[in-house]
């Protein structure tokens, strides 16, 4: 229940009765150690501060707004009124790293009125979290606001008091899969990374950084930048200003039209997010961007299970197979009289070959990429409307047959959906793709949207692409379809309000390691990952590779990990739908780390970030919801590091049978990656461990009761 506050919390908010332009408010979490200061200067100009535990991180910085064919809100304003209320509920999480999220904050809503002509109205609304705070506008209802407004930039400053140690990806408004960079924040560069060879495309009109961008400060501060509940608006990047450590938001636009958000009156904006702790855990821990989402809308969603799956994917980005079954030029003709070129892996053969595997080790799910037509033009062409089909299967693809073997051995066939970014295709097909899925009892789909967007001129992470993305989920939740996207528009948390958004890409994932020219993935990328990407929301890395160097497909190109941390993903990055992405033919053949694969969890009671250090190492424990049994897992960068473990958070009175699969003596991401050691032992709530972890390496624990 939202409450107002006592009359001692109202000693918070100062302000001189005489004068509203002179009013100050002031407002602080529950646990008194984040305080916000808001105010406007002598000419009007709003503004706001953060300290945390006493100390300015958050200087003075400026709030305001530009228009198309109005005057801007970004001066000329009085306090109007103000209200501070407090919040504190407990809501259950129908999937997700927790069974239950405490969503407790003070609210201070600011009423601003311009003292000029139009004398218009803007408020502003700060959430303060012990974990942070979120803020965003709301335009109401006004006279002389009214119908459309068309936003050319918004203006929302995080001017900072220190040149942090920041880890950053550029701000690109097409694609979020670059390697993290490691700087100061007065360092960053991101124009050098225009046209980055191992991508497709990029678009990097200002030196910004896309969100999440974490940072560390020389006391241990730890700040994360990010934004939620982003519906109907632009992406936000942070354009950087090196010489006054200064950020400031820069939407994503587009070459269609001179404006980069068209909102009709009342709207509300994404709420701009600051994570804050003094350690790197506690970022992880934070549930700060869900909280900041609306409850869920979807009621029951049951119909979806979290699941391990395995499935036609890795083997195409090796090389061993294809998506494309082959055609003749024409596109009218099947090469061969109708037979597949041999390559092709969607087969009803090798897809059941896949449920197999799965049904005897306790994965619950197919995927099959390169089952539809089209895959022949996909992707390289201009005229890419109306290539892909959502509902005709190639030649040697008997859908029907694959998905009643799956029901045979209790797996589920997870679509997919590759729109090579021909949004008005696929728009117009997604009431017929997904009653084909609610036909078949397919609950699951993976979406793609690689290249450039059509219509053209638009990019990934603008307005437009912002709502196919979300109006996709929120379609497919009434055929009971959860999404997974691919190349998608960045997680804020709205897995809350409709939680059929399962996961997501938007990141350099295990795919690169198969084929990028500048080596793959670095050791450091997933310790990076974990503090950045991993605090907006659920990832799809696709971990599980055993084959780590694959030789017999590629020479250049291996996964840059130990086999120990290969299986350590599957705790540290959090899923509720993890992919054990190599061939089955790998695993058949390695029985002993496959069992870590057939026995881990992906729904989870509890998750207890143990230690870390961002760029560095993280150790996560986490509890499965149906079994109540505990996984932990580890990993570390390009250094080896002996990781101390005490098990406090274990039962009482309970031992645990525990397996330890640990990177042996030798062990090394690169010159000896597959040195794993595994031991049978008892553990319980006294215990104590060290485990050395190889470079590049991890180690993953399971623990059953007795």
């Known amino acids: ?231 109907d608006y632009s992406g936000m990047t942070l354009k950087v200003d090196t010489e006054n450590l200064n950020l400031i938001s820069n939407l994503v636009g587009s070459e269609n039209r001179d404006y980069k958000v068209k909102k009709t009156m009342p709207f509300n904006t994404p709420w701009r997010t600051i994570q804050i702790s003094d350690n790197a855990p506690d970022l992880i821990a934070s549930k700060l961007i869900v909280n900041l989402n609306e409850p869920n809308k979807l009621g029951d969603v049951s119909w979806f299970k979290p699941m391990k799956y395995t499935g036609v994917w890795w083997e195409m980005h090796l090389g061993k197979s294809s998506w494309d079954y082959g055609m003749t030029q024409d596109m009218n003709t099947w090469t061969d009289g109708g037979k597949s070129h041999g390559k092709h892996g969607a087969t009803t053969e090798n897809v059941k070959n896949f449920i197999d595997f799965s049904a ?63 949004t008005e295709t696929y728009e117009k097909q997604q009431d017929t793709a997904y009653a084909l899925m609610q036909k078949y009892g397919m609950h699951a789909v993976k979406s793609g949207y690689v290249g450039k967007i059509l219509p053209k001129g638009e990019y990934h992470h603008g307005q437009y692409m912002v709502n196919q993305y979300n109006n996709a989920a929120i379609k497919a939740a009434k055929y009971q379809v959860a999404v997974n996207a691919h190349e998608p528009i960045k997680a804020t948390g709205l897995r809350r309000t409709y939680p059929n ?32 990407r991993m605090l907006s929301g659920p990832i799809d890395y696709t971990p599980g590779i055993f084959n780590i160097k694959f030789d017999e497909y590629k020479q250049d190109n291996q996964v840059n990990t130990t086999l120990a941390q290969q299986l350590a993903l599957y705790v540290v990055i959090y899923s509720p739908v993890q992919m054990a992405a190599d061939l089955v033919e790998h695993y058949e ?46 990993i570390t960068d390009e250094n080896s590091r002996t990781i101390d473990l005490d098990f406090s958070f274990l039962d009482s009175d309970t031992t645990y049978e525990a397996i330890l699969y640990k990177d042996g003596e030798k062990a090394h991401w690169d010159d000896n990656p597959l040195d794993l050691k595994i031991e049978k032992i008892e553990l319980n709530k006294e215990s104590k461990l060290s485990i050395k972890l190889a470079k590049g390496g991890g180690f993953a624990l399971s623990l059953k009761t007795k």
């Open 501 to 532: 958004i399962i996961s997501r890409e938007g990141l350099r994932g295990q795919e690169f390691n198969a084929w990028a020219s500048d080596g793959g993935n670095p050791p450091e990328h997933l310790p990076i990952v974990a503090f950045t």
């Open 360 to 422: 005897k080790n306790n994965i619950g799910g197919v995927l099959v990429e390169g089952w539809n037509t089209g895959w022949e033009h996909w992707i390289g062409f201009e005229d890419r409307e109306g290539v892909f089909d959502f509902v005709t299967p190639y030649p040697d693809y008997d859908i029907a047959e694959v998905v009643r073997y799956g029901k045979e051995k209790g797996v589920d066939i997870i679509m997919h959906h590759e729109t090579s970014a021909a």
């Open 589 to 634: 053949a390695n029985p002993e780390p496959l069992q870590f694969i057939r026995d881990v969890g992906v729904n989870w009671n509890k998750s207890l970030i143990l230690n870390g250090e961002v760029g560095d190492y993280v150790t996560i424990a986490r509890q499965e919801r149906e079994t109540e049994n505990w996984f932990v897992g580890g």
């Open 1 to 231: 229940m939202k409450n107002y506050i006592s009359i001692f919390a109202i000693a918070l908010v100062l302000f001189s009765c005489n004068s509203e332009e002179k009013r100050i408010t002031k407002i602080t979490s529950p646990n008194e150690k984040v305080l916000v200061d808001f105010n406007v200067n002598s000419e009007g100009r709003p503004f706001y501060m953060v300290k945390f535990n006493n100390e300015t991180i958050v200087d003075t910085s400026y709030l305001g707004f530009e228009f198309k064919n109005i005057p801007a809100f970004n001066k000329n304003f009085i306090i109007k009124n103000s209200n501070i209320s407090t919040f504190n509920e407990t809501w259950q999480m129908p999937w997700g790293e927790q069974s239950e999220v405490v969503n407790n904050y003070t609210e201070l809503k600011i009423e601003l009125q311009e003292t000029t002509s139009p004398e218009r109205f803007l408020h502003i609304i700060f959430k303060v979290y012990d974990d942070g705070i979120g803020f965003r506008y709301e335009f109401p209802e006004q006279a002389r606001l009214k119908n459309d407004v068309f936003i050319t930039e918004e203006n929302t400053e995080f001017n900072l008091t220190e040149d942090y140690k920041t880890f950053w990806i550029p701000g690109d408004w097409d694609i979020y899969e670059h390697l993290y960079n490691t700087t100061s924040l007065s360092a960053i560069d991101a124009l050098q990374f225009k046209n980055h060879k191992n991508l497709a495309q990029t678009y990097i009109p200002e030196n910004a950084v896309n969100t999440p961008v974490t940072m560390v400060g020389k006391d241990g501060i730890h700040l994360s930048f990010h934004e939620a509940a982003l519906v």
